[in-house]
Structure formats: structure tokens, C-alpha cells
Nanobody, 123 residues
Framework: QVQLGESGGGLVQTGGSLRLSCAAS????????MGWYRQAPGKQRELVAA???????NYADPVKGRFTISRDNAKNSVFLQMNSLKPEDTAVYYC?????????????????WGQGTQVTVSS
């Protein structure tokens, strides 16, 4: 029901910045929470930042003060501005969207994942 297109990853030096973008498309009623997760090699996927439909924001402790999440409801998009990047931020970053959609006459909720975008921070 929801397709996610991500962009903005790449290679950057320590202290540099990147901006990730994710746009949702498809057939859905509304989008609730939007967020970013990351997964480094050999580690579990972890939450980086999330923003709800009423703009409540949550950050993982390692990125507080360096990353900023925002959303554009008119464009069904979420962004992650990453500043002061560190080598430990190196990971594949995934967009996650919690959307409501109709299945027949039923309004359901479900989460969708983007394909992931690689962020590499060199020391």
C-alpha cells in the first residue's frame, strides 16, 4: 500500500553532513509516524529518530544534538539532517512509515520500509 523512495546517502568525512530524504507514495489513507532506522554490519537495526503526526520527536541518545528529523506532510516526506558525522554513524539507513490504509471497508495500520541507503563516514 505504501512505497518508499529514499535518497541522500553517501560517503563523507568525519565532521561532515548529509541529508536523507524519504517520500511515500501509493494508496493510503494517512501517514502516522515516520522515522529513520539504521543497521551497521553485524549489528541489529536500531531506531535513529522518529516523528509522529503531531510532531512529537524522539532521538536515539547517540545522535541527539547532531541529527534533526523533520517531515513535510504535504509531500508525504520525511528528512534526516545529519551533522557532525562520526565513523560510528556508518550504516545502512532505512526509512520507516506507519500508515493507515483501507482494506475493503476496514481502516488498517501497517508499517513499511524503504530499501535503505548507505551512509559511510570515513575517519
Amino acid at each position: 500500500q505504501v512505497q518508499l523512495g529514499e535518497s541522500g546517502g553517501g560517503l563523507v568525512q568525519t565532521g561532515g553532513s548529509l541529508r536523507l530524504s524519504c517520500a511515500a507514495s501509493g494508496s493510503f489513507h494517512s501517514i502516522q509516524a515516520m522515522g529513520w532506522y539504521r543497521q551497521a554490519p553485524g549489528k541489529q537495526r536500531e531506531l535513529v529518530a522518529a516523528i509522529t503526526s503531531d510532531d512529537t520527536i524522539n532521538y536515539a541518545d547517540p545522535v541527539k544534538g547532531r541529527f534533526t528529523i523533520s517531515r513535510d506532510n504535504a509531500k508525504n516526506s520525511v528528512f534526516l539532517q545529519m551533522n557532525s558525522l562520526k565513523p560510528e554513524d556508518t550504516a545502512v539507513y532505512y526509512c520507516n512509515v506507519d500508515a493507515r490504509y483501507y482494506s475493503g471497508s476496514f481502516l488498517l495500520s501497517g508499517a513499511s520500509w524503504g530499501q535503505g541507503t548507505q551512509v559511510t563516514v570515513s575517519s
